[in-house]
């Protein structure tokens, strides 16, 4: 018997020895996963891809890095020559500032006004510069808000409900505490939708006479035809100077990428035929250096998750995946009637397996809203909601002549399979027949 339990627990023993690995086996294994990440690690500095949704003070200090001075610099020397007559005391003048998004406008300004800031600190000029974010859209109590809060050191004290007159009594009192010349950068100012005039009048006329300090004001737009929109009498009083800030061409694209890689990435692991592909791809919408960046920062994600290698492939990837991003939000903004009329357009299109008219995807749409329980809408009002869904893309929807019989829409796939599959899933299982026809 007892030779028969120390035969048991050796088997046992032999067993169990046999299940688990080598101590040496599992560090190897921990050791090789940490390798190839490591391997595939191509991100360096992130913070460097993504500089817009950073903090002024962050935003600053990152753009110091990887902002290229080269390609803006004739910009730079009218700026620069625009406020020397700071350096005699006199007041330098306004400035309108106008660019295609994505030109650098308030990247430059910025640069700019941080480095005349540090020179008129070494030459005892008293100057002093605020930035006033107006790019999402504001109403003018929203504009004076953002505007108080810009001289209050970003801390968002006021709230709805403060009078319009109590918010410009704080502007002006924090402006009375200052001496010396103070420059306002007024970004997109023709986004505030009511009231601009009453805005821009207070910086034009009201503040200039109620402060001490000389206001200086640099306004930036992308409208080229924001300045005719102005009541003529702010223009008169602002006697303001123009510049143009030209759409960035491939080359331009191409360094500010380069000292992207440079900064944010392990340039050992970028090609450059990657890089130019990026560029030509950003330059030939806009010239829109933000859409190059965000290129890049998607390509260098699809790298790091494939060999750690960004090479042309990995640009087509990020582009991909960009255009089903925004289709995504796109379709996630939708009202729910146009969202069930799209649904309805790619499960009729899925089940004909060919082009659908009109009617027979108003059929479908009757049977969607059937079992969500919503009351359809007349077949006029879902003609009208396939010309919107056509118009931004969602669907194709041409007009074909059938004769006598009048004239219908041939409606056919325009988003990409993966996106369609994803509208398809959120679809409720309906009972049907193969077809409606
Ligand atoms: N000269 C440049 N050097 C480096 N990055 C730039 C340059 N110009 C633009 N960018 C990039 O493009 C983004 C958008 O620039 P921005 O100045 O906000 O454009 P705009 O104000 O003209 O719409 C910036 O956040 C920056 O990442
Ligand atoms: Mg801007």
Sequence with gaps: MLIYKVCVLWSMKQQTSTQTPPAN???????????????????????????????????????????HRGIRMRQIERLAKMMAPLGDGHPPPHVLIYGPTGTGKSVTC???????????????????????????????????????IAMDGSVRRYRKGVALTEMQECIIAALNALNGVVCMLIDEPDTITRDQDT??????????????????????????????????RILSVLKKQDMIFEPYD?????????????????????????????????????????????????????????????????????ALRLESDKTRQLIDALAPQQHL?????????????RRLSTGLAYAW???????????PLTQRRFSEMVSFLDL????????TSKGRFGKTRDISQSLPST???????????????DSLT
């Excluded at 207070?202 to 102005?230: D, G, H, M």
Aim: proline share 3%.
């Design 365 to 375: 749409y009757h049977r969607l809203c059937s079992e969500e329980c919503t009351k």
């Design 341 to 353: 009329a799209l649904r309805a357009c790619y499960y009729g299109l899925q089940k004909e397996r």
């Design 250 to 318: 491939a080359m331009d694209l191409l360094e500010i990428l380069k000292l992207r890689v440079e900064k944010a990435l392990d340039p050992d692991k970028v090609n450059e035929t990657a890089l130019r592909k990026i560029a030509a791809m950003a330059s030939r919408d806009t010239g829109d250096a933000r859409k190059a960046v965000e290129l890049l920062a998607k390509a260098a994600e699809a790298a790091e998750e494939g060999s750690g290698h960004l090479s042309e492939a990995e640009v087509d990837t990020a």
């Design 419 to 433: 996106v369609v599959a994803d509208i398809l899933g959120k679809l409720p299982p309906i009972e049907r027949q």
């Design 392 to 399: 931004y893309g969602l669907v194709n929807a041409c007009v």
């Design 110 to 148: 910025l640069h700019f006004l941080s480095a005349m800031q540090g020179v008129c600190a070494q030459k005892d000029i008293s100057f002093q510069y605020f930035y006033v974010d107006l790019t999402t859209p504001h109403t003018c109590f929203g504009a004076f808000n953002e505007l108080a």
């Design 25 to 67: 086996g599992t560090q190897d294994i921990i050791g090789s996963a940490f390798a190839t990440v490591s391997q595939r690690k191509l991100i360096r500095r992130r913070i460097y891809l993504d500089d817009e949704n950073l903090s002024d003070g962050e935003r600053v200090a990152v753009l110091q890095e990887v902002f």
């Design 199 to 232: 805005f821009l009048m207070f910086l034009a006329k009201t503040l200039p006479r109620k402060v001490q300090a000389r206001l200086v004001y640099i306004f930036l737009t992308n409208q080229p035809e924001w300045e005719r929109s102005l009541d003529p």
